[in-house]
């Protein structure tokens, strides 16, 4: 009986023995990063993340953007947008600790198109044998003119007749105006008439509206007017410049002067 104890005891000793190994390793962690820069503009971006280990990092990009390229020594590189390119751009990276890698986190970038050539140029606040929209109506409009040397997809940006409401009505998605050209706007409160028919009319007593970026703060282009007249549009003297005057012989989607 003496000798089954003894024998007992060195297996339980060694059982708990048996249990003992190395630390499981965390994996490490990737953080998405959001940019915005301007267009044209190249800018600086550092990746982040992070150990439980507290070990080195290694970062490796996993997919490029799509519209700009990347230079520099990770994990602070420099990205430059492509020529005249605005819009939504994005990459991927994931890190690792020498062990095992993180999930794949994403940079999202957002490249700001350069607004000062971006116009609006005429209206027509009071309309009743001037032009008719799609269905036949004779409804208010305005006009915006793009005097830069690319197109540019408004979509996003707002129209408004509110100063305490600048995000009144947004421009819907893939609504391009080309480079030297002019897009009409039906200002008659109808928009399920069409897409480019905003939810508010034009005042012919007089009133406010505005062009505001997608940021809904900033103001692209902006007009205080007064009373108008039945038939005569309101426009700058020239396509872009900064005199306005009444025209006998409106102009939408034309240019001004003529």
Same mark, same amino acid.
Request: a negative charge; proline letters at 5%; glycine letters at 8%.
């Given at each position: 009986?003496?000798?089954?104890?003894?024998?007992?005891?060195?297996?339980?000793?060694?059982?708990?023995?048996?249990?003992? !190994?190395?630390?499981?390793?965390?994996?490490?962690?990737?953080?998405?990063?959001?940019?915005?820069?301007?267009?044209?503009?190249?800018?600086?971006?550092?990746?982040?993340?992070?150990?439980?280990?507290? !070990?080195?990092?290694?970062?490796?990009?996993?997919?490029?953007?799509?519209? #700009?390229?990347?230079?520099?020594?990770?994990?602070?590189?420099?990205?430059?947008?492509?020529?005249?390119?605005?819009?939504?751009?994005?990459?991927?990276?994931?890190?690792?600790? #020498?062990?095992?890698?993180s999930e794949v986190?994403?940079?999202?970038?957002?490249?700001?198109?350069?607004?000062?050539?971006?116009?609006?140029?005429?209206?027509?606040?009071?309309?009743?044998?001037?032009?008719?929209?799609?269905?036949?109506?004779?409804?208010?409009?305005?006009?915006?003119?793009?005097?830069?040397?690319?197109?540019?997809?408004?979509?996003?940006?707002?129209?408004?007749?509110? +100063?305490?409401?600048?995000?009144?009505?947004?421009?819907?998605?893939?609504?391009?105006?080309?480079? #030297?050209?002019?897009?009409?706007?039906?200002?008659?409160?109808?928009?399920?008439?069409?897409?480019?028919?905003?939810?508010?009319?034009?005042?012919?007593?007089?009133?406010?509206?505005?062009?505001?970026?997608?940021?809904?703060?900033?103001?692209?282009?902006?007009?205080?007017?007064?009373?108008?007249?039945?038939? +005569?549009?309101?426009?700058?003297?020239?396509? !872009?410049?900064?005199?306005?005057?009444?025209?006998?012989?409106p102009t939408p989607?034309?240019?001004? #002067?003529?």
């Amino acid at each position: 009986m003496q000798s089954l104890s003894f024998i007992a005891i060195i297996f339980l000793l060694l059982s708990c023995e048996d249990k003992q !190994g190395p630390e499981a390793n965390n994996a490490p962690v990737a953080n998405d990063i959001t940019i915005v820069t301007d267009e044209n503009v190249s800018i600086e971006i550092t990746l982040a993340g992070s150990d439980a280990e507290g !070990g080195d990092l290694i970062f490796e990009i996993i997919e490029y953007p799509l519209y #700009g390229t990347l230079d520099g020594e990770l994990p602070t590189i420099i990205y430059t947008p492509n020529t005249n390119f605005s819009g939504n751009d994005s990459f991927s990276y994931h890190v690792s600790d #020498g062990v095992t890698y993180s999930e794949v986190a994403t940079v999202s970038i957002t490249v700001l198109p350069n607004l000062a050539g971006l116009f609006i140029n005429e209206f027509l606040a009071s309309n009743s044998a001037i032009n008719m929209d799609e269905v036949g109506e004779y409804d208010d409009w305005l006009e915006l003119y793009n005097a830069g040397n690319i197109s540019m997809d408004l979509g996003g940006f707002f129209l408004t007749d509110n +100063l305490e409401n600048l995000t009144k009505w947004e421009i819907p998605e893939e609504t391009v105006i080309s480079d #030297g050209g002019f897009l009409l706007v039906w200002c008659d409160e109808d928009q399920e008439q069409g897409s480019l028919h905003t939810n508010f009319r034009l005042s012919a007593d007089g009133e406010f509206i505005a062009l505001v970026s997608p940021d809904g703060l900033s103001v692209v282009d902006s007009l205080s007017f007064g009373p108008q007249t039945n038939d +005569l549009s309101y426009g700058r003297t020239s396509d !872009g410049n900064s005199v306005w005057d009444f025209f006998n012989t409106p102009t939408p989607n034309s240019p001004n #002067g003529n």
